[in-house]
Protein backbone atom coordinates (compact mmCIF):
# COMPACT_ATOMS: atom_id res chain seq x y z
CA UNK A 1 0.00 0.00 0.00
CA UNK A 2 1.61 3.35 -1.13
CA UNK A 3 1.21 6.51 0.18
CA UNK A 4 0.27 9.22 -2.30
CA UNK A 5 0.59 12.91 -0.59
CA UNK A 6 -2.98 14.32 -1.52
CA UNK A 7 -1.64 17.74 -2.86
CA UNK A 8 0.91 16.14 -5.35
CA UNK A 9 -0.64 15.79 -8.93
CA UNK A 10 2.02 14.22 -10.34
CA UNK A 11 2.47 11.48 -8.00
CA UNK A 12 -1.57 11.13 -7.93
CA UNK A 13 -1.73 10.80 -11.38
CA UNK A 14 0.69 7.99 -11.73
CA UNK A 15 -0.57 6.20 -9.02
CA UNK A 16 -1.45 3.17 -11.26
CA UNK A 17 1.45 2.50 -12.64
CA UNK A 18 4.11 2.31 -9.27
CA UNK A 19 3.05 -1.38 -9.29
CA UNK A 20 1.46 -1.26 -5.68
CA UNK A 21 -1.41 -3.17 -4.54
CA UNK A 22 -3.13 -0.49 -3.64
CA UNK A 23 -2.60 3.22 -3.21
CA UNK A 24 -3.71 5.44 0.13
CA UNK A 25 -4.66 9.33 -0.98
CA UNK A 26 -3.89 11.09 1.80
CA UNK A 27 -5.51 14.23 2.60
CA UNK A 28 -4.50 13.55 6.47
CA UNK A 29 -0.77 13.86 7.84
CA UNK A 30 0.76 14.51 4.54
CA UNK A 31 -1.16 17.85 3.90
CA UNK A 32 -0.46 21.08 5.25
CA UNK A 33 -3.16 22.38 7.56
CA UNK A 34 -3.38 25.48 5.08
CA UNK A 35 -3.75 23.12 2.21
CA UNK A 36 -6.02 20.72 2.84
CA UNK A 37 -8.81 22.28 0.58
CA UNK A 38 -6.38 22.21 -2.06
CA UNK A 39 -5.67 18.78 -1.49
CA UNK A 40 -9.29 17.62 -0.97
CA UNK A 41 -10.31 19.22 -4.00
CA UNK A 42 -7.72 17.54 -6.23
CA UNK A 43 -8.06 13.88 -5.13
CA UNK A 44 -11.65 14.38 -5.62
CA UNK A 45 -10.98 15.41 -9.55
CA UNK A 46 -8.66 12.98 -10.21
CA UNK A 47 -10.24 10.17 -8.60
CA UNK A 48 -13.49 10.89 -11.34
CA UNK A 49 -10.61 10.84 -14.18
CA UNK A 50 -7.62 8.86 -13.65
CA UNK A 51 -7.29 5.32 -14.71
CA UNK A 52 -5.65 3.56 -11.69
CA UNK A 53 -5.68 0.03 -13.53
CA UNK A 54 -5.86 -2.70 -11.44
CA UNK A 55 -4.41 -0.27 -8.34
CA UNK A 56 -7.09 -0.47 -4.99
CA UNK A 57 -7.43 3.25 -4.21
CA UNK A 58 -7.96 4.20 -0.97
CA UNK A 59 -8.01 7.23 0.86
CA UNK A 60 -6.97 8.61 4.03
CA UNK A 61 -9.24 11.25 5.21
CA UNK A 62 -8.82 13.52 8.28
CA UNK A 63 -10.27 12.96 12.07
CA UNK A 64 -13.73 14.06 12.88
CA UNK A 65 -12.57 15.57 15.40
CA UNK A 66 -10.45 18.41 12.79
CA UNK A 67 -12.70 21.05 11.03
CA UNK A 68 -11.36 18.89 8.07
CA UNK A 69 -13.22 15.43 8.45
CA UNK A 70 -16.74 16.04 7.63
CA UNK A 71 -15.43 18.09 4.78
CA UNK A 72 -13.07 15.50 3.39
CA UNK A 73 -16.53 12.42 3.64
CA UNK A 74 -18.77 14.75 2.07
CA UNK A 75 -16.23 14.93 -1.06
CA UNK A 76 -14.64 11.55 -0.78
CA UNK A 77 -17.42 9.25 -0.14
CA UNK A 78 -19.33 9.75 -3.16
CA UNK A 79 -16.38 8.87 -5.20
CA UNK A 80 -16.61 5.44 -3.46
CA UNK A 81 -13.33 4.54 -3.01
CA UNK A 82 -12.15 0.77 -2.45
CA UNK A 83 -11.95 1.79 1.21
CA UNK A 84 -11.92 4.87 3.42
CA UNK A 85 -9.01 5.11 6.10
CA UNK A 86 -9.42 6.50 9.19
CA UNK A 87 -6.72 7.98 11.10
CA UNK A 88 -5.90 7.51 15.21
CA UNK A 89 -8.54 5.22 15.23
CA UNK A 90 -9.55 4.93 19.30
CA UNK A 91 -12.97 2.85 20.19
CA UNK A 92 -15.38 0.57 18.40
CA UNK A 93 -17.97 3.77 19.04
CA UNK A 94 -16.11 6.77 16.91
CA UNK A 95 -16.27 3.82 14.48
CA UNK A 96 -19.97 3.87 14.34
CA UNK A 97 -20.69 7.17 14.78
CA UNK A 98 -18.48 7.54 11.67
CA UNK A 99 -20.57 4.95 9.55
CA UNK A 100 -23.19 6.81 10.55
CA UNK A 101 -22.15 9.78 8.73
CA UNK A 102 -20.88 7.41 5.87
CA UNK A 103 -24.07 5.57 5.27
CA UNK A 104 -26.17 9.10 5.35
CA UNK A 105 -23.85 10.49 2.87
CA UNK A 106 -24.24 7.73 0.97
CA UNK A 107 -28.23 7.34 1.25
CA UNK A 108 -28.09 10.88 0.32
CA UNK A 109 -26.56 9.51 -3.05
CA UNK A 110 -27.98 6.80 -3.76
CA UNK A 111 -25.28 4.53 -3.36
CA UNK A 112 -25.15 1.18 -0.97
CA UNK A 113 -23.86 0.44 2.23
CA UNK A 114 -21.63 -2.41 1.48
CA UNK A 115 -19.15 -1.32 -1.15
CA UNK A 116 -16.74 1.11 0.25
CA UNK A 117 -15.02 -0.60 3.22
CA UNK A 118 -13.13 0.84 6.53
CA UNK A 119 -9.50 1.00 7.42
CA UNK A 120 -8.88 1.31 11.13
CA UNK A 121 -5.78 3.04 11.90
CA UNK A 122 -4.56 1.96 15.20
CA UNK A 123 -2.03 4.71 15.89
CA UNK A 124 -2.78 6.07 19.90
CA UNK A 125 -2.47 3.40 23.28
CA UNK A 126 -5.94 3.72 23.53
CA UNK A 127 -6.68 2.34 20.28
CA UNK A 128 -4.30 -0.60 21.27
CA UNK A 129 -5.88 -0.88 24.00
CA UNK A 130 -9.84 -1.11 22.13
CA UNK A 131 -8.52 -2.99 18.83
CA UNK A 132 -10.60 -6.02 18.99
CA UNK A 133 -14.01 -4.45 19.55
CA UNK A 134 -13.26 -1.80 16.57
CA UNK A 135 -11.52 -4.68 14.13
CA UNK A 136 -14.81 -7.15 15.04
CA UNK A 137 -17.81 -5.01 15.67
CA UNK A 138 -18.38 -3.78 11.90
CA UNK A 139 -18.67 -5.86 9.13
CA UNK A 140 -17.14 -2.74 6.90
CA UNK A 141 -13.78 -2.71 8.60
CA UNK A 142 -12.25 -4.89 6.16
CA UNK A 143 -8.60 -4.33 7.69
CA UNK A 144 -6.73 -3.06 10.40
CA UNK A 145 -3.58 -0.96 10.52
CA UNK A 146 -1.02 0.13 12.66
CA UNK A 147 0.51 4.08 12.51
CA UNK A 148 4.35 3.38 14.15
CA UNK A 149 5.23 7.35 14.14
CA UNK A 150 1.86 8.51 16.02
CA UNK A 151 1.67 5.55 18.26
CA UNK A 152 4.96 6.36 19.25
CA UNK A 153 4.49 9.75 19.58
CA UNK A 154 1.55 9.07 21.79
CA UNK A 155 3.67 6.79 24.24
CA UNK A 156 6.01 9.42 24.36
CA UNK A 157 8.82 7.25 22.92
CA UNK A 158 11.57 7.35 20.18
CA UNK A 159 10.75 4.96 17.24
CA UNK A 160 13.70 2.80 16.71
CA UNK A 161 14.94 0.78 13.42
CA UNK A 162 14.31 -2.65 16.00
CA UNK A 163 10.76 -1.18 16.36
CA UNK A 164 11.10 -2.68 19.89
CA UNK A 165 8.21 -0.29 21.09
CA UNK A 166 5.74 -0.85 19.49
CA UNK A 167 6.54 -4.55 19.14
CA UNK A 168 3.48 -5.34 21.86
CA UNK A 169 0.91 -2.72 20.05
CA UNK A 170 1.90 -4.87 16.47
CA UNK A 171 1.43 -8.01 18.06
CA UNK A 172 -1.70 -7.42 19.89
CA UNK A 173 -3.50 -5.95 16.72
CA UNK A 174 -2.30 -8.72 14.36
CA UNK A 175 -4.21 -10.84 16.95
CA UNK A 176 -7.67 -8.59 17.10
CA UNK A 177 -7.43 -9.50 13.35
CA UNK A 178 -6.76 -12.38 12.79
CA UNK A 179 -9.87 -13.35 15.69
CA UNK A 180 -12.17 -10.84 13.34
CA UNK A 181 -10.77 -12.43 9.93
CA UNK A 182 -9.70 -9.07 8.39
CA UNK A 183 -6.49 -7.90 7.18
CA UNK A 184 -3.51 -6.25 8.79
CA UNK A 185 -1.03 -3.88 7.22
CA UNK A 186 1.67 -3.39 9.15
CA UNK A 187 3.28 0.43 9.21
CA UNK A 188 5.90 2.32 7.06
CA UNK A 189 9.36 1.95 7.03
CA UNK A 190 10.59 5.76 7.02
CA UNK A 191 14.33 5.52 6.14
CA UNK A 192 13.61 4.80 2.38
CA UNK A 193 17.33 4.71 1.95
CA UNK A 194 17.97 1.36 3.81
CA UNK A 195 16.85 -0.86 1.92
CA UNK A 196 18.61 -3.72 3.83
CA UNK A 197 16.31 -2.40 6.79
CA UNK A 198 13.29 -2.62 5.06
CA UNK A 199 13.69 -6.09 4.02
CA UNK A 200 14.79 -7.15 7.73
CA UNK A 201 11.28 -5.23 8.79
CA UNK A 202 9.26 -6.56 6.26
CA UNK A 203 10.39 -9.99 6.71
CA UNK A 204 9.51 -9.62 10.57
CA UNK A 205 5.85 -8.37 9.90
CA UNK A 206 5.60 -11.48 7.59
CA UNK A 207 6.88 -13.35 10.50
CA UNK A 208 4.72 -12.12 12.99
CA UNK A 209 1.29 -12.11 10.59
CA UNK A 210 0.93 -8.89 8.54
CA UNK A 211 -0.81 -9.58 5.33
CA UNK A 212 1.12 -6.34 4.26
CA UNK A 213 3.04 -3.52 4.59
CA UNK A 214 2.21 0.02 3.54
CA UNK A 215 5.40 2.77 2.00
CA UNK A 216 6.10 5.84 2.00
CA UNK A 217 8.42 5.95 -2.02
CA UNK A 218 7.69 3.36 -5.10
CA UNK A 219 11.37 2.06 -4.31
CA UNK A 220 10.32 0.24 -1.55
CA UNK A 221 7.57 -1.86 -3.56
CA UNK A 222 9.82 -4.50 -4.54
CA UNK A 223 11.10 -5.13 -1.61
CA UNK A 224 7.76 -5.59 -0.11
CA UNK A 225 6.24 -7.90 -2.71
CA UNK A 226 9.35 -10.16 -2.83
CA UNK A 227 9.20 -10.56 0.80
CA UNK A 228 4.70 -11.06 0.70
CA UNK A 229 4.88 -13.40 -2.26
CA UNK A 230 5.41 -16.82 -1.53
CA UNK A 231 8.85 -18.31 -3.04
CA UNK A 232 8.81 -20.80 -6.26
CA UNK A 233 9.55 -23.57 -3.27
CA UNK A 234 7.23 -22.43 -0.92
CA UNK A 235 4.47 -22.83 -3.71
CA UNK A 236 5.80 -26.39 -5.08
CA UNK A 237 5.62 -27.71 -1.61
CA UNK A 238 2.24 -26.27 -1.14
CA UNK A 239 0.53 -27.51 -4.31
CA UNK A 240 2.47 -30.58 -3.63
CA UNK A 241 0.56 -30.67 -0.23
CA UNK A 242 -3.24 -29.82 -1.51
CA UNK A 243 -3.05 -32.28 -4.02
CA UNK A 244 -2.04 -35.09 -1.85
CA UNK A 245 -4.42 -33.89 0.24
CA UNK A 246 -7.48 -34.10 -2.23
CA UNK A 247 -5.90 -37.18 -2.79
CA UNK A 248 -6.29 -38.96 0.40
CA UNK A 249 -9.08 -37.05 1.22
CA UNK A 250 -10.65 -38.97 -1.81
CA UNK A 251 -9.83 -42.15 -0.52
CA UNK A 252 -10.70 -41.03 2.95
CA UNK A 253 -7.63 -40.67 4.73
CA UNK A 254 -7.19 -37.29 6.76
CA UNK A 255 -4.21 -37.28 8.59
CA UNK A 256 -1.13 -38.54 6.18
CA UNK A 257 2.77 -37.94 5.35
CA UNK A 258 4.81 -36.02 3.10
CA UNK A 259 8.82 -37.14 3.59
CA UNK A 260 8.05 -38.62 6.76
CA UNK A 261 6.29 -35.41 7.91
CA UNK A 262 2.46 -35.37 9.15
CA UNK A 263 0.31 -33.46 7.07
CA UNK A 264 -3.29 -32.50 9.07
CA UNK A 265 -5.57 -29.56 8.50
CA UNK A 266 -4.30 -26.95 9.74
CA UNK A 267 -0.73 -27.69 7.47
CA UNK A 268 -3.22 -27.69 4.46
CA UNK A 269 -4.88 -24.60 5.07
CA UNK A 270 -1.50 -22.65 5.55
CA UNK A 271 -0.91 -24.58 2.34
CA UNK A 272 -4.43 -23.69 0.31
CA UNK A 273 -3.43 -19.90 1.50
CA UNK A 274 0.12 -19.76 -0.29
CA UNK A 275 -1.84 -20.87 -3.17
CA UNK A 276 -4.26 -18.06 -3.23
CA UNK A 277 -1.46 -15.87 -2.68
CA UNK A 278 0.29 -17.57 -5.42
CA UNK A 279 -3.05 -17.25 -7.51
CA UNK A 280 -2.25 -21.08 -8.20
CA UNK A 281 -5.12 -23.88 -8.27
CA UNK A 282 -4.88 -27.49 -7.50
CA UNK A 283 -6.67 -29.42 -10.72
CA UNK B 1 -50.70 13.66 4.81
CA UNK B 2 -50.98 17.67 5.72
CA UNK B 3 -47.51 17.11 7.56
CA UNK B 4 -45.37 16.03 4.53
CA UNK B 5 -46.78 18.75 2.40
CA UNK B 6 -45.85 21.50 5.23
CA UNK B 7 -41.73 19.58 4.92
CA UNK B 8 -42.06 19.97 1.23
CA UNK B 9 -42.50 23.73 1.67
CA UNK B 10 -39.89 23.79 4.02
CA UNK B 11 -37.31 21.97 2.21
CA UNK B 12 -38.17 24.13 -1.33
CA UNK B 13 -37.62 27.46 1.17
CA UNK B 14 -34.31 26.05 2.52
CA UNK B 15 -33.52 24.70 -1.24
CA UNK B 16 -34.32 28.87 -2.62
CA UNK B 17 -32.33 30.40 0.35
CA UNK B 18 -29.27 28.07 -0.36
CA UNK B 19 -29.00 28.68 -4.17
CA UNK B 20 -29.29 32.29 -3.39
CA UNK B 21 -26.96 32.86 -1.04
CA UNK B 22 -24.24 30.67 -3.23
CA UNK B 23 -24.95 32.54 -6.23
CA UNK B 24 -24.90 36.02 -4.33
CA UNK B 25 -21.20 35.46 -2.46
CA UNK B 26 -19.77 33.55 -5.83
CA UNK B 27 -20.21 36.58 -7.66
CA UNK B 28 -18.09 38.82 -5.91
CA UNK B 29 -14.44 38.01 -5.15
CA UNK B 30 -13.63 39.03 -2.25
CA UNK B 31 -9.61 38.77 -1.29
CA UNK B 32 -6.62 37.71 -3.56
CA UNK B 33 -5.76 34.48 -3.46
CA UNK B 34 -3.57 31.47 -4.91
CA UNK B 35 -3.70 27.62 -4.90
CA UNK B 36 -1.05 25.13 -7.08
CA UNK B 37 2.41 24.85 -6.70
CA UNK B 38 5.36 25.48 -9.24
CA UNK B 39 5.73 21.79 -9.14
CA UNK B 40 5.48 19.87 -12.48
CA UNK B 41 2.35 18.59 -13.41
CA UNK B 42 0.68 21.72 -11.41
CA UNK B 43 -0.26 25.18 -12.22
CA UNK B 44 -0.18 28.11 -9.83
CA UNK B 45 -3.41 30.55 -9.79
CA UNK B 46 -3.69 33.64 -8.80
CA UNK B 47 -7.30 35.56 -8.58
CA UNK B 48 -7.17 39.49 -7.38
CA UNK B 49 -11.01 41.62 -7.67
CA UNK B 50 -11.10 43.82 -9.65
CA UNK B 51 -13.85 47.07 -9.41
CA UNK B 52 -16.91 46.55 -10.97
CA UNK B 53 -16.89 46.27 -14.84
CA UNK B 54 -13.32 45.98 -15.10
CA UNK B 55 -13.69 42.93 -17.05
CA UNK B 56 -11.56 39.89 -16.55
CA UNK B 57 -7.78 40.02 -16.61
CA UNK B 58 -6.04 36.94 -17.29
CA UNK B 59 -2.46 35.95 -17.91
CA UNK B 60 -1.87 32.61 -18.58
CA UNK B 61 2.02 30.77 -19.61
CA UNK B 62 2.32 27.32 -19.97
CA UNK B 63 5.31 25.27 -20.74
CA UNK B 64 3.39 23.34 -22.98
CA UNK B 65 1.18 26.35 -24.43
CA UNK B 66 1.98 25.06 -28.03
CA UNK B 67 0.66 22.17 -27.41
CA UNK B 68 -2.38 22.63 -25.04
CA UNK B 69 -2.72 26.48 -24.59
CA UNK B 70 -6.47 26.65 -25.90
CA UNK B 71 -7.79 23.69 -24.04
CA UNK B 72 -6.15 25.51 -21.26
CA UNK B 73 -7.42 28.73 -21.86
CA UNK B 74 -10.59 27.13 -22.51
CA UNK B 75 -10.93 25.43 -18.96
CA UNK B 76 -10.49 28.32 -17.63
CA UNK B 77 -12.78 30.50 -19.29
CA UNK B 78 -15.09 27.79 -18.91
CA UNK B 79 -14.74 27.20 -14.45
CA UNK B 80 -15.01 31.74 -14.56
CA UNK B 81 -18.25 31.50 -16.36
CA UNK B 82 -19.72 28.69 -14.23
CA UNK B 83 -18.36 30.70 -11.29
CA UNK B 84 -20.14 34.02 -12.85
CA UNK B 85 -16.74 35.93 -12.05
CA UNK B 86 -16.46 38.97 -14.14
CA UNK B 87 -14.19 41.14 -12.64
CA UNK B 88 -10.93 39.76 -11.59
CA UNK B 89 -7.46 39.63 -12.46
CA UNK B 90 -6.08 35.86 -12.62
CA UNK B 91 -2.49 35.36 -13.59
CA UNK B 92 -1.93 31.24 -13.81
CA UNK B 93 1.59 29.56 -14.63
CA UNK B 94 1.22 26.01 -15.98
CA UNK B 95 4.16 23.30 -15.82
CA UNK B 96 1.86 20.67 -17.53
CA UNK B 97 -1.26 20.45 -15.37
CA UNK B 98 -3.67 17.45 -16.33
CA UNK B 99 -7.31 18.50 -16.95
CA UNK B 100 -8.21 17.43 -13.21
CA UNK B 101 -5.74 19.32 -11.52
CA UNK B 102 -5.93 22.73 -13.62
CA UNK B 103 -9.65 22.42 -12.26
CA UNK B 104 -8.93 21.52 -8.50
CA UNK B 105 -6.78 24.21 -8.26
CA UNK B 106 -8.49 26.83 -10.30
CA UNK B 107 -11.47 25.53 -7.79
CA UNK B 108 -9.32 26.31 -4.98
CA UNK B 109 -8.06 29.37 -5.82
CA UNK B 110 -11.57 30.70 -6.81
CA UNK B 111 -12.95 29.46 -3.51
CA UNK B 112 -10.17 31.18 -1.59
CA UNK B 113 -11.12 34.17 -3.55
CA UNK B 114 -14.56 34.53 -1.67
CA UNK B 115 -13.49 33.26 1.03
CA UNK B 116 -14.73 30.16 1.05
CA UNK B 117 -12.39 27.41 2.28
CA UNK B 118 -14.46 25.47 4.12
CA UNK B 119 -12.33 22.43 5.77
CA UNK B 120 -9.14 24.07 5.94
CA UNK B 121 -7.56 26.40 7.78
CA UNK B 122 -6.49 30.27 6.46
Given at each position: ?7 N ?20 D ?13 V??M ?24 A????I ?17 E ?11 E?R??L ?5 T ?32 D ?11 D ?27 P???D???L????E??K ?5 G ?22 I?K ?6 E ?13 I?G?M ?6 A??E ?11 | M??H ?8 E ?20 Q???F???D????I??L?D ?17 TS ?27 EP ?6 E?A ?13
Amino acid sequence: MLYIPGNNPAMIQQGGIYGADSILLDLEDAVALNQKDAARTLVRNMMKVINFYDTEVCVRVNHLSTPFGLADLEEIVPLQPSAIRYPKTESSEEVAELLKIIEKIEDRHGLPHNKMTLHAMIETAMGVQNVFSIASKFSRVDAITIGGQDLTADMNIIYTPDGVGIDFARKRIIMAAKASHIDVIDTVFPDVNDEDGLRKETEYAKKIGFTGKAVINPRQIDIIHEVFTPTEEEIRKAYHIVKEFKTNSAAGIGVFAIDGKMIDAPVVARAEYILKLANVTVG
Amino acid sequence: MKYHIGNYFIEIEDQWRHLKHHKSIKMKPKIAAQSGTFESSDVIFLIEPLPDNSGRKLEISSTVMQQFGTSFNRIVVEMLDYYELTDIHLIAKDKGALEPTIKARLETAIKRSLDQQEGTLK
